[in-house]
């Protein structure tokens, strides 16, 4: 069964840096379009950036320049880099995969902008 488990989300100083990572089990990520989503309290889920079986890569507009999503197939890992990090980019944050018809998602990691 495919698990997603993420980690290294907690509290960061305005400009600060984080870098979240999503293990994952069972699936195979040359053939699973992975993406990192967030959701801020009284606010939809939305996609941060994700990237296709082919590795390339797409972000909202909100975290362009500032966030870098990147992958280790070996390792079945999904990473995302986050620097210059505001308070606007408070939220869980959940990784996806798109993996045979199905849509799979983590538990969640709480980051935290605030000084």
């Known amino acids: 069964q495919v698990q997603l488990v993420e980690s290294g989300g907690g509290l960061v100083q305005p400009g600060g840096s984080l870098r979240l990572s999503c293990a994952a089990s069972?699936?195979?990520?040359?053939?699973?379009?992975m993406g990192w989503y967030r959701q801020a309290p009284g606010k939809q889920r939305e996609l941060v950036a994700g990237?296709?079986?082919?590795?390339?890569?797409n972000y909202a507009d909100a975290v362009k320049g500032r966030f870098t999503i990147s992958r280790d197939i070996a390792k079945k890992t999904l990473y995302l880099q986050m620097n210059s990090l505001n308070g606007e980019d408070t939220a869980v944050y959940y990784c996806?995969?798109?993996?045979?018809?199905?849509?799979?998602w983590g538990q969640g990691t709480q980051v935290t902008v605030s000084s």
């Open positions: 996806q995969a798109s993996y045979r018809f199905r849509a799979y």
């Open positions: 069972e699936i195979d990520f040359t053939a699973s379009f």
């Open positions: 990237i296709t079986t082919g590795g390339n890569t």
